[in-house]
């Protein structure tokens, strides 16, 4: 079955280190998207890719860091000098601009220690 | 910017229906959604519509769309004890979704 692919489920970091959360898709998706879920607050916008090779700023980037080598895969590094790390992370997918409909993964919760 | 609000908690008796409300910015959105989310997972498109549309329904789902007022419902009919969860609004804004801070909805028996 088509989906996407969030690991791991749960991820702790210590502190000043950085750490990367894998986001693969099978879907055959251009388009890909990082979401930060917080408590109370809505999903903001990490970064998004439209195509391989190309990716681009969201609201809250600071700190982080993707890439988009292959179609499938979406990775996020959290850095060090992101400085409130610990959060809900959502990855999501869609076939492109033109669809409306975004498949998201079922997420990776990091912990800072 | 672009802004979507809905309250947070929405209480409702197992039976009763719900109706969680949201009210959004942009008039020119194409699309609104509402999303459901379970403790600890991903979101799931649970319904959307289009902006030229005032009513959708789907099963126990009732989306309404005022566009004058810039607000958007989703009633849940007969709730029941696995409705409960977070639901999010968000709407298209140049290509982008832009989210509410989602309501949970709490079910008593």
């Known amino acids: 079955d088509g989906g996407i692919t969030q690991s791991p489920k749960y991820l702790f970091r210590k502190e000043g280190q950085n750490v990367t959360l894998s986001c693969e898709q099978n879907?055959?998706?251009?388009?890909m998207y990082w979401y930060r879920q917080d408590p109370g607050q809505g999903l903001r916008l990490i970064y998004y890719s439209q195509i391989v090779n190309d990716f681009q700023k969201g609201d809250i980037a600071e700190g982080y860091s993707v890439s988009r080598e292959k179609k499938e895969s979406f990775p996020l590094t959290v850095t060090s000098a992101q400085k409130n790390p610990t959060a809900f992370y959502l990855c999501?997918?869609?076939?492109?601009?033109?669809?409306?409909?975004?498949?998201f993964g079922s997420g990776t919760r990091l912990t800072v220690v | 910017g672009e802004d979507v609000e809905q309250s947070l908690f929405l209480s409702v008796r197992e039976g009763d229906s719900s109706v969680i409300n949201c009210t959004y910015t942009?008039?020119?959105?194409?699309?609104l959604y509402w999303y459901k989310q379970e403790p600890g997972a991903g979101l799931q498109l649970l319904t959307y519509?289009?902006?030229n549309m005032d009513m959708k329904q789907d099963q126990r789902l009732t989306v309404l769309l005022n566009k004058k007022d810039k607000h958007l419902s989703l009633r849940i009919a007969d709730t029941q004890t696995g409705d409960s969860a977070i639901y999010f609004c968000a709407e298209m804004s140049n290509y982008q979704l832009i989210w509410g801070a989602g309501t949970k909805l709490i079910i008593k028996p």
């Open positions: 999501a997918s869609r076939f492109g601009v033109w669809d409306y409909g975004y498949t």
């Open positions: 519509i289009f902006s």
């Open positions: 879907l055959n998706h251009d388009a």
């Open positions: 942009d008039s020119s959105s194409t699309y």
